[in-house]
């Protein structure tokens, strides 16, 4: 089965988030199993430097509207999952984030740049194809290649069957009127069936309306967004498609997330040697400048400083956690105002609790094995990543129960199959009590030794979900 898996970043060398990691992982997964994959992705500045050998395989050319002639470039991931790059250097050749300006607002000609992605991507399912290899599915990610389902309905002729994956609800893609011209598509797309949403053209909604499969990715998310509590104006049209929507939840890579072989750690560790976990903590604290103190728990996040992370929940609980006492260390980067409230903290309990804003790989890691505790009190969390680098690395997870934290995390409660804290309201109140419990906890080192071995024996491989979504192709 010939499959085209179109993403707007790709792990390691452009992501924002979790879209990155799953594409950056999934294609291999899903190769293994015996599918003919292929990953097609934009031609950032990073891709061409890592590729400065992709070569010229096709330009697709009269793609409609404003849609410029791209060149598509073909070279080969490490992995042997073969890529195939959008190069189009007035939409593309931009640094930084894929999606922001310099001045952190959304570029203005979103709407062409991942309206060429999708449109390219469904020439690839298309007759118009003139490359000898021609895709049977396109799964879409997000709204970035939502209109990719749009192109394939509204085209002429055979074409590919479509997959949309719901990585998070909350970015949709929306633009104005004009750019249904712009983008190529025909006036009757302009419908509530079709790609019109409010007024707004919506790459989010095309995509749900029109694909012939939806996944998010988790079952949790799967049944929350279908709620009008949490569907964010989407949940009438998911239930009306709820007999093609399914969740399917994310795996990790677990050769990059491997306590016994991570080339960050100060020391490596697994399951039976849990003892040399304490050395990471010792030298994640001597490193953030933290006090030196093994009878203190590390509480520790990696995370966007955003409100949908709750990191203004933990920010309220904060100096009542440090007089547990604890310790409090946090990497991650959002609003300017979480960002300095949270910088203002460290500054006036210094040893105590650190935050670096910004992002660094190799201290994402050593977080993961040094600290006790890893803290995720989301509002929402379609998936989440971190919970389950934290239960491999043997640091149970505090998370709030909403979707893929709570069909990741088992409550310590469950003393057969607990392997962390789960809490129910998105309150400070409600997280401050889960804290208390798992400080507790960490205090009896018989039941937390318990909790963290159950952790790390929980399968987080893709291997599950790539045969979930083999079925799911052979029935699209």
Not at 169 to 185: I, P, R, T, V
């Amino acid at each position: 089965m010939k499959v085209l898996f179109a993403t707007s970043e790709l792990s390691p060398w452009v992501k924002t988030g979790g879209l990155g990691e799953v594409a950056g992982t999934l294609p291999a997964a899903l190769r293994a199993l015996g599918l003919d994959v292929r990953v097609l992705v934009p031609a950032y500045p990073e891709m061409l430097r890592s590729f400065p050998h992709a070569e010229e395989i096709a330009r697709p050319h009269g793609l409609g509207g404003l849609l410029p002639t791209p060149t598509l470039r073909q070279a080969l991931a490490p992995d042997g999952t073969p890529l195939l790059l959008v190069d189009y250097p007035p939409y593309f050749n931009r640094p930084g984030n894929p999606y922001l300006g310099p001045e952190g607002r959304d570029w203005l000609d979103n709407h062409l740049r991942f309206g060429l992605l999708s449109r390219v991507a469904a020439w690839l399912g298309s007759d118009a194809n003139t490359l000898a290899w021609q895709a049977e599915i396109i799964h879409c990610n997000d709204w970035q290649t939502g209109l990719a389902p749009a192109y394939l309905r509204y085209l002429p002729g055979p074409r590919a069957k479509s997959l949309f994956t719901l990585h998070n609800l909350a970015f949709q893609g929306l633009f104005d009127h004009a750019s249904l011209f712009e983008l190529g598509l025909p006036d009757g797309a302009w419908h509530l069936d079709g790609v019109e949403y409010y007024g707004f053209l919506s790459f989010l909604k095309a995509g749900l309306q029109l694909a012939d499969a939806i996944t998010t990715v988790s079952p949790s998310y799967a049944r929350e967004i279908q709620t009008d509590a949490e569907g964010m104006g989407l949940a009438g049209l998911l239930r009306h498609r709820s007999e093609r929507l399914s969740g399917i939840l994310n795996g990790i890579d677990t050769q990059a997330w491997n306590p016994a072989t991570d080339p960050h750690l100060f020391r490596n560790y697994s399951a039976r040697n849990l003892d040399a976990k304490a050395d990471n903590k010792t030298g994640l604290q001597r490193q953030l400048g933290l006090q030196q103190r093994t009878d203190l728990p590390l509480l520790a996040v990696v995370s966007r400083l955003t409100e949908q992370k709750g990191l203004d929940l933990l920010l309220e609980v904060a100096p009542q956690v440090l007089k547990l006492p604890a310790q409090l260390a946090v990497l991650g980067t959002g609003t300017l105002a979480l960002e300095q409230a949270w910088a203002a903290l460290a500054q006036r309990h210094g040893g105590q609790c650190t935050v670096t804003v910004g992002f660094n790989e190799e201290l994402a890691h050593r977080i993961e094995a040094g600290a006790d505790i890893f803290v995720m009190p989301s509002r929402f969390e379609p998936c989440g990543l971190n919970q389950m680098y934290s239960l491999r690395y043997g640091t149970p997870p505090v998370v709030r129960a909403t979707g893929g934290l709570a069909d990741t995390v088992i409550d310590a409660a469950d003393q057969k199959h607990g392997n962390g804290f789960v809490f129910g309201p998105a309150t400070a109140d409600a997280l401050l009590q889960a804290l208390q419990r798992a400080t507790a906890a960490w205090r009896d080192p018989v039941r937390w030794r318990a909790l963290q071995k159950r952790g790390m024996a929980r399968d987080s491989s893709w291997a599950e979900a790539a045969r979930q979504y083999v079925a799911l192709y052979q029935r699209v």
